[in-house]
């Protein structure tokens, strides 16, 4: 594909580098934007201009925020011993959107993948440890993905905590609820009878 | 979904303005960018400011590019005598990658689109009649989609070029090559059989 503008094929350039989005979709992208008036695509690229410039990440969670501390952990009615262990912001999103957690989170920024260079090193997990070692901390729940990359990590965070004789949670993995059993994978089919709870009658 | 920061959401909003990017999607693309370094968001931004600033139309086919002529319509090695009408660059691309065509192009930059709010003003179809005019042209091929849209726009520009006695070709519709007949479409294949041409033994 040869565009005949180095500016554009810039544009295209920067576009396919982000995950997901390859060289065609990219080239429709760039052509949208070039349609559109000075002063819209100036606003475009100033917003990640700001967000670079703006946003930090909080001192206590590592959660991203405009202010040093985010509105979670600044939150005084939330429950501050309870710590649930999550990759990145959209985790928090989507536990937020059950509403059914009142605890406080500690956001990872990433989980151990070797295949991707990211080691345990480039995860925000000291402070948990730190905290940890406070002893104001009743449960650590780990909330990762349940891939080899949140095991991994869950496994090492597990090591580094084993001292502090904190209880530690993790998601129940299961069945869907309101999925059909025989759509279900054979993993965690298996899983599921594997770990069966005491039947209890819905409320 | 409640973003905890604002320059987040900017973010998110603006490349949700993009065709084809939803909310989620945008929002994974905006924490990918925030995990980059300063340097690297300043060349992502700047080069849409870029794009903006110094990508031109071709005074001659509306076309993109960074010189005031494209580099298709200053090739003296091409025939000027033909004209391809396409939609966008997009289109240039995708001929151009067949190297079974050494014509010009005219770029309309849209087609009529009542929906959407595109009527004939907001094509470039002016400077082709102009050119038609000159008696230089000897054919005209309309490349559109082959969608309502499509078909709109090649008869409005048919009735404006009907005066100039150039003859108008359109690209060839039917069965794909290389595809099995059974999985052609209805509509396709019965075009194929109204329109069906001449049978040539290939060389």
């Given at each position: 594909m040869k565009i005949p503008s180095k500016h554009i094929e810039n544009v295209v350039e920067q576009l396919a580098s982000l995950p997901g989005?390859?060289?065609?979709?990219?080239?429709?992208?760039?052509?949208?934007?070039?349609?559109?008036?000075?002063?819209?695509?100036?606003?475009?690229?100033?917003?990640?201009?700001?967000?670079?410039?703006?946003?930090?990440?909080?001192?206590?969670?590592?959660?991203?925020?405009?202010?040093?501390?985010?509105?979670?952990?600044?939150?005084?009615?939330?429950?501050?011993?309870?710590?649930?262990?999550?990759?990145?912001?959209?985790?928090?999103?989507?536990?937020?959107?059950?509403?059914?957690?009142?605890?406080?989170?500690?956001?990872l920024g990433a989980i151990i993948s070797p295949m991707d260079g990211i080691g345990p090193n480039d995860l925000n997990i000291e402070p948990l440890i730190r905290k940890a070692g406070e002893g104001t901390i009743k449960e650590i729940i780990f909330a990762l993905s349940s891939t080899m990359e949140g095991d991994t990590t869950n496994y090492y965070i597990y090591k580094k905590l084993q001292n502090f004789n904190i209880p530690i949670t993790t998601l129940s993995r299961g069945v869907a609820i309101g999925s059909e059993l025989q759509y279900a994978d054979e993993l965690t089919l298996g899983r599921s009878i594997l770990n069966r709870q005491p039947f209890k009658v819905q409320q």
């Amino acid at each position: 594909m040869k565009i005949p503008s180095k500016h554009i094929e810039n544009v295209v350039e920067q576009l396919a580098s982000l995950p997901g989005i390859g060289k065609r979709t990219a080239l429709r992208l760039a052509l949208n934007l070039l349609n559109r008036s000075k002063d819209e695509v100036d606003t475009f690229a100033h917003t990640f201009l700001d967000m670079k410039k703006f946003v930090l990440k909080c001192e206590e969670c590592g959660n991203v925020t405009d202010t040093p501390i985010c509105s979670i952990c600044s939150n005084s009615g939330r429950d501050q011993q309870t710590v649930c262990v999550v990759e990145d912001i959209r985790d928090i999103l989507a536990i937020e959107a059950t509403e059914s957690y009142k605890g406080r989170y500690h956001v990872l920024g990433a989980i151990i993948s070797p295949m991707d260079g990211i080691g345990p090193n480039d995860l925000n997990i000291e402070p948990l440890i730190r905290k940890a070692g406070e002893g104001t901390i009743k449960e650590i729940i780990f909330a990762l993905s349940s891939t080899m990359e949140g095991d991994t990590t869950n496994y090492y965070i597990y090591k580094k905590l084993q001292n502090f004789n904190i209880p530690i949670t993790t998601l129940s993995r299961g069945v869907a609820i309101g999925s059909e059993l025989q759509y279900a994978d054979e993993l965690t089919l298996g899983r599921s009878i594997l770990n069966r709870q005491p039947f209890k009658v819905q409320q």
